[in-house]
C-alpha cells in the first residue's frame, strides 16, 4: 500500500489522565510520525495536537482512530498526497 502525507490534529479537554495514553500512542506509532507540535492553551483547558505524518491510509487511520477512543480526546485526520 502506497504511503500518504498527511496531518492529524488533536484535540484534549478536560482529561488530564488522557495525556499519558496520548502519548504512549504517539510512540507507538512514533514510525509514521514526521513531525509534532503541541500547545497548551490554558484559557480554554485544552491541549492541542497537530501531527504531520507519513503513511499508508490504515496506519493514519489506526493512529486517528484509537486516540478518538480515549476519553477526552477528539481527532481528525487529512490525508494531502495521492
Same mark, same amino acid.
Given at each position: 500500500?502506497?504511503?500518504r502525507?498527511g496531518v =492529524? @490534529? =488533536?484535540? #484534549?479537554?478536560?482529561h488530564?489522565e @488522557? &495525556?499519558?495514553? #496520548?502519548?504512549? $500512542?504517539l510512540?507507538?506509532f512514533?514510525? =509514521? &510520525?514526521?513531525? *509534532? $507540535?503541541?500547545?497548551?492553551y *490554558?484559557?480554554r483547558? #485544552?491541549?492541542i495536537?497537530? $501531527?504531520?505524518v507519513?503513511?499508508?491510509?490504515d496506519? #493514519?487511520?489506526a $493512529?486517528?482512530?484509537?486516540?478518538?477512543m480515549?476519553?477526552?480526546v477528539?481527532t481528525?485526520a487529512?490525508l494531502l498526497?495521492?
Amino acid at each position: 500500500m502506497k504511503k500518504r502525507i498527511g496531518v =492529524i @490534529a =488533536i484535540l #484534549v479537554e478536560g482529561h488530564p489522565e @488522557a &495525556i499519558p495514553l #496520548v502519548n504512549s $500512542l504517539l510512540t507507538d506509532f512514533g514510525d =509514521i &510520525i514526521i513531525g *509534532r $507540535l503541541g500547545l497548551p492553551y *490554558r484559557d480554554r483547558g #485544552v491541549s492541542i495536537i497537530s $501531527l504531520t505524518v507519513e503513511g499508508t491510509t490504515d496506519q #493514519v487511520g489506526a $493512529l486517528s482512530g484509537k486516540l478518538g477512543m480515549i476519553e477526552g480526546v477528539q481527532t481528525k485526520a487529512l490525508l494531502l498526497s495521492k
